[in-house]
């Protein structure tokens, strides 16, 4: 079956309604829900002393479960190179990108898409996407990945290879947040098993940009999510029943709490919600990577942080099992 390719609507000639099935309900849109001016969301420098950072990342994740993080290590040429890449591959006519095509309906997640869950009834978001695994290298299919730019898994790889460094320096600071030796939340999450799974999301100009939505309101399943976005900025995080418009910072990367830290913290980090919003002239894009555990592995309150005070606020079950939960909106 042919899937109707947002970047393909988007380019039609005198283009300038948007068809029903991308306007949100009025609560959802964001003509509706602006968000609130004058805040600003944590920013924190990885070139602070150690007893600094554990603090200003516990209360960024205590408080938003997001933040910004500069001085991070991953050169900014390397960036540069990752989005030009991407840009590449969407850059491409249409029939190459097909070739690359997903069908999540069938279990089959990696490839080019536009819809990333299969509830028809929806309304559609205002993205097309490509999503592959860049980690561990067993379980990683290079057949899936762009062939074009002949660059692009060069720098994939080496992109990757830097943020397994900033993400276990971002895992070992969270743990010693909660009072726990540095290593505990990566061995919890999969240790060297973790899955990183990059996702290039890609937000063509939207003619209605006041009625619809890139990413409707949700949080990740991941552990952590770590995204570098291009200049056009969308993002919006919730706190304090108010949506915060994110603001571009050249070369940080964005960083998000996800579900499965949420629940090893015991509720003590926050699995953030947050949207994308699109814009009417210019192509928003973002290159987000999830850190995930193996699906088998086992994920629930980490018992050091729980005792007659503190009872476990979630459930343990296999990520796999909080998986199919999530995609299919059952309580978890």
């Known amino acids: 079956m042919q899937i109707e390719r947002v970047q393909a609507i988007a380019s039609t000639a005198n283009f300038k309604q948007l068809p ?75 029939e190459e990108k097909e070739k690359y095509a997903n069908d999540p309906s069938t279990g089959k997640f990696e490839g080019y898409g536009t819809k990333m869950t299969k509830n028809l009834d929806e309304k559609v978001e205002w993205i097309d996407y490509f999503f592959h695994l860049m980690s561990p290298p067993s379980k990683v299919n290079h057949q899936i990945w762009p062939q074009i730019p002949s660059s692009y898994r060069e720098v994939t790889e080496e992109y990757n290879k830097e943020l397994l460094k900033v993400t276990e320096t971002v895992l070992e600071l969270l743990s010693e947040g909660l009072g726990l030796e540095g290593k505990v939340l990566k061995s919890w999450v999969g240790g060297d098993a973790i899955e ?23 949080t990740d399943m991941s552990a952590l999510t770590l995204l570098v976005p291009n200049d056009v900025p969308g993002l919006q995080v919730w706190k304090d029943d108010y949506w915060i418009a994110v603001d571009y910072l050249p070369n940080a990367l964005f960083v998000h709490i996800g579900d499965q830290i949420e629940v090893l913290s015991n509720g003590k980090y926050k ?27 086992m994920i629930g309150p980490l018992p050091e942080l729980l005792d007659e005070k503190n009872p476990a606020k979630y459930s343990t079950k296999t990520f796999a099992e909080f998986r199919h939960r999530k995609f299919n909106k059952l309580p978890q």
């Not at 408080?63 to 840009?87: A, N």
């Not at 290039?200 to 309101?217: H, K, T």
């Open 20 to 94: 029903e099935k991308f306007i949100r309900p009025a609560h959802e849109r964001p003509e509706n829900t602006k968000p609130l001016e004058g805040m600003s969301v944590p920013v924190i420098s990885l070139s602070e002393s150690h007893d600094i950072l554990v603090k200003e990342i516990y209360n960024a994740c205590s408080e938003w479960g997001f933040f910004l993080l500069k001085d991070h290590g991953i050169s900014p040429g390397l960036i540069e190179k990752l989005q030009k890449v991407g840009m590449e591959f969407f850059n491409q006519p249409q």
């Open 271 to 297: 699995s953030v919600l947050h949207r994308s919003t699109v814009n009417k002239e210019r192509t928003r894009m973002s290159w987000a990577v999830f850190c995930a555990p193996p699906h088998d592995a």
């Open 196 to 218: 990183f799974e990059m996702k290039i999301n890609m937000y063509p100009p939207c003619p209605q940009p006041e009625l619809a939505l890139g990413v409707e309101p949700h």
